[in-house]
Nanobody, 119 residues
Framework: QVQLVESGGGLVQAGGSLRLSCAAS????????LGWFRQAPGKAREFVAAITWSLGRTSYSDSVKGRFTISRDNAKNTVYLQMNSLKPEDTAVYYC????????????WGQGTQVTVSS
């Protein structure tokens, strides 16, 4: 089982940037997919971005495409989410998660980090 710990959240003004990090430990970091999700108050958790383990292919939700970038550093066992041009609607708790491959469910989750964007 992999353990995930997010960091980098905080308060930022609209139009600003933040970079979230997720440090992983446990099973071999480079052999599983990683994703970022978020949950705003009163709303369901939603997919934000993902990156595959094999070719580093990325995918994004339409709401963040062009503004957010997911990346991974296998040597540091860390996945990042660079968030630019932040909007108040990006305010949420952000979680990273892992899964074995694109055919499996995300089965390990971090504790989350709060991102608040003020208008």
């Amino acid at each position: 089982q992999v353990q995930l710990v997010e960091s980098g959240g905080g308060l930022v003004q609209a139009g600003g940037s933040l970079r979230l990090s997720c440090a992983a430990s446990g099973r071999t970091f480079s052999s599983y997919d990683l994703g970022w999700f978020r949950q705003a108050p009163g709303k369901a958790r939603e997919f934000v971005a993902a990156i595959t383990w094999s070719l580093g292919r990325t995918s994004y939700s339409d709401s963040v495409k062009g503004r957010f970038t997911i990346s991974r550093d296998n040597a540091k066992n860390t996945v990042y989410l660079q968030m630019n041009s932040l909007k108040p609607e990006d305010t949420a708790v952000y979680y990273c998660a892992s899964r074995m491959n694109s055919y499996s469910d995300y089965d390990a989750w971090g504790q989350g980090t709060q991102v608040t964007v003020s208008s």
